[in-house]
């Protein structure tokens, strides 16, 4: 299959008045062409950062991409300029944010919004584009377009400014959509609504998407693979049904445990997971998850584990996967 | 729109016979009046001025006539420049003074709102410090100092511009510059404070993922959205610009209202304090009414008349 992105080692930090804050620490993972690859994690895993940093939206300073490759089409885009990286932007990936209540500019009607990344990688004229954003407001389902398209965010709900927002995201039918917790700050049949309309979309438009979530319900819905993230690494990676009926790190078993499930027994509490992440100005030598780790042995507080294959699509990185530690436990 | 300007127009009149009626009684408790002086006028004279012009009356039937004269406009005669009326000095002066103000309020704007993006784009860099520099020194060093010392140096040293009076355009410079340093600088702070907070909204990260430059990021999504409280302070800014300032009028010579009216006050001249003060007070309110039309123009979310629908 072919691949449309490929993060190989990616190390980015954050210089702060604390200190270096290494909020991303050698991250791999691909995300094939046509395919919606969730990436999950609590909040300051470094999700986001990934997420930004595939677009190249991470402010340097005080970011800095420290190491490795973000190769999008087999292009490094790490290198690039400004300007070859305007190009890409818009045109070729999109993004969708997590509030839609902020992430429209309140004194531009929506339509101007959307004909923007038209006109810039179309050249569409203005009536050419003006005719195009009242399409993809049809598209995204929203009533009335040709009214709608002059209208202000003030005068459109939550749920309608995030599909405004899927609407300028999708605008030039980019291959990658990058979309940061698209649903989290809206009520959940809106959220229904929304995932349904990025499937359909998907399916129609052939886009690969990145759904950066924390919420496992949606990746459930949505996508083919799960990219689990923790302390600024990759802890695990496999297909949906891999990580959800065979979960290999502890960490991944215990984000499950932490979600009610129907098909369970309603009265059973809820495991939460204890303590909290590590604190990214000092990251730990070994395993970042070893302080809150029921399995912890000795070489996860002194040695990281690297990704260990378990079969061609599933990888962990727990020192449990290591050949040694299977044949100590005999599994 | 038209209900609601009928509203403010309305309120406006309110505001400013509440002014008049403040400042008259206020002028009439100094102590003093038009004619004391050191040398004490023979008491038939000082009657004979008194009755002249009605000073003689009680001070309620002052009161009323004076208001009869504002409704006609009728300012009355100065008591200290025996040839004119308010009404002559006014219109002698306010041409001057709004001439001048105009200027320097097109420096102050388009100069502290270029300084205050720049500072706000090139944030924590040399372009940053410089500009707020500048601006330190603006707010910080009062005209009279920048006054005489752009007269240093661009009069007697450098000899580019004339020292003083008011004639050509080249008159005009140096006043204009002493006069727009104080504005200009603070424009320039809030406009660099309001974009940096700008820069940092997230729909300033959904332009950048559309491929958008800086530049038009700049122009398209942050100055609009940043100059919302720099409007707020341009009215009372324009009022009080154009109706004269005294200090910059004095050093240059420039025979303009703010003169008059610094004068007037000193001279117990009650017919000029009052109409100077009317005057001031009726381009203020007229600026706050165009201030608040403005904001709707810039902010769709503001609608006049408080009907606001979501």
Request: glycine share 8%; proline share 6%.
């Amino acid at each position: 299959m072919e691949r449309i992105l490929e993060v190989k080692d990616l190390h980015v930090s954050f210089h702060t008045y604390a200190g270096e804050v290494k909020a991303v620490r050698g991250v791999n993972f691909h995300v094939n062409k046509g395919e919606a690859v969730a990436i999950v994690g609590e909040s300051g895993c470094g999700k986001s950062v990934t997420a930004q940093s595939i677009m190249k939206l991470i402010p340097t300073p005080p970011g800095q991409y420290k190491k490795g490759e973000i190769l999008f089409n087999g292009k490094d885009i790490i290198p690039m300029s400004n300007k070859q990286m305007q190009d890409i932007r818009g045109k070729d990936m999109g993004m969708i944010f997590q509030d839609p209540m902020t992430s429209l500019n309140p004194t531009m009607t929506i339509g101007n919004q959307i004909m923007e990344g038209l006109i810039k990688h179309q050249n569409m004229a203005k009536s050419a584009a003006k005719q195009r954003a009242i399409e993809l407001l049809e598209i995204v389902g929203i009533p009335q377009p040709d009214r709608r398209v002059n209208q202000y965010p003030h005068e459109f709900s939550g749920g309608m400014r995030q599909r405004a927002m899927i609407a300028i995201s999708l605008a030039c039918s980019p291959k990658l959509l990058i979309a940061d917790e698209p649903t989290t700050a809206l009520d959940v049949t809106i959220q229904a609504q929304i995932l349904d309309l990025m499937k359909d979309l998907q399916k129609k438009m052939g886009t690969s998407i990145i759904m950066i979530t924390h919420d496992l319900g949606v990746v459930a819905e949505m996508c083919e693979r799960v990219i689990v993230m923790y302390a600024g690494k990759v802890i695990e990676q496999g297909t949906v049904d891999e990580i959800f009926y065979n979960p290999q790190h502890p960490y991944t078993k215990g984000l499950l445990h932490s979600v009610p499930r129907l098909d369970l027994n309603r009265d059973e509490p809820l495991t939460p997971i204890f303590g909290t992440p590590p604190d990214l100005l000092k990251p730990p030598a070994g395993c970042g998850f070893a302080a809150r780790c029921d399995c912890t042995m000795k070489v996860c507080l002194e040695h990281d584990p690297e990704l260990t294959e378990i079969n061609a699509s599933h990888k962990s990185a727990c020192w449990l996967q290591h050949p040694m530690a299977k044949a100590r436990t005999g599994s | 729109m038209l209900r609601y300007l009928g509203k403010r127009v309305i309120f406006m009149i309110i505001s400013l016979f509440l002014i008049v009626t403040a400042t008259f009684f206020l002028m009439h408790s100094i102590p003093g009046g038009p004619f004391t002086s050191e040398r004490t006028l023979p008491p038939e004279i000082e009657q004979a001025l008194l009755e002249k012009y009605n000073l003689h009356l009680p001070l309620h039937e002052q009161y009323v006539n004076y208001l009869k004269g504002v409704v006609t406009w009728e300012l009355g005669p100065s008591f200290t420049e025996k040839s004119s009326t308010v009404n002559d000095m006014i219109s002698r002066g306010f041409p001057v003074s709004a001439h001048l103000g105009f200027q320097a309020l097109l420096v102050a704007i388009f100069g502290g709102i270029s300084l205050g993006v720049i500072a706000a784009l090139y944030h924590n860099k040399w372009q940053d410090y410089s500009a707020m520099m500048l601006a330190v020194l603006g707010l910080s060093v009062p005209s009279f100092i920048l006054a005489s010392f752009y007269q240093y140096i661009f009069s007697i040293e450098l000899g580019w511009f004339p020292i003083a009076k008011w004639d050509t355009w080249r008159h005009t410079v140096l006043p204009t510059l002493a006069l727009s340093a104080s504005p200009l600088a603070f424009i320039a702070r809030l406009t660099r404070a309001n974009m940096i907070e700008i820069m940092g909204q997230d729909y300033i990260k959904t332009a950048k993922s559309k491929g958008l430059s800086t530049p038009v990021i700049t122009v398209k999504h942050a100055i609009r959205n940043a100059l919302l409280p720099v409007i707020t302070y341009l009215g009372p800014l324009t009022a009080s610009i154009l109706t004269g300032a005294f200090v910059v009028e004095k050093i240059f010579g420039v025979p303009g209202l703010g003169r008059e009216f610094v004068m007037s006050i000193q001279n117990r001249d009650y017919t000029v304090i009052m109409g100077t003060t009317i005057f001031y007070a009726m381009i203020l309110v007229v600026m706050i009414l165009i201030v608040d039309i403005v904001y709707t123009l810039i902010d769709p979310r503001i609608k006049l008349g408080g009907s606001r629908k979501e």
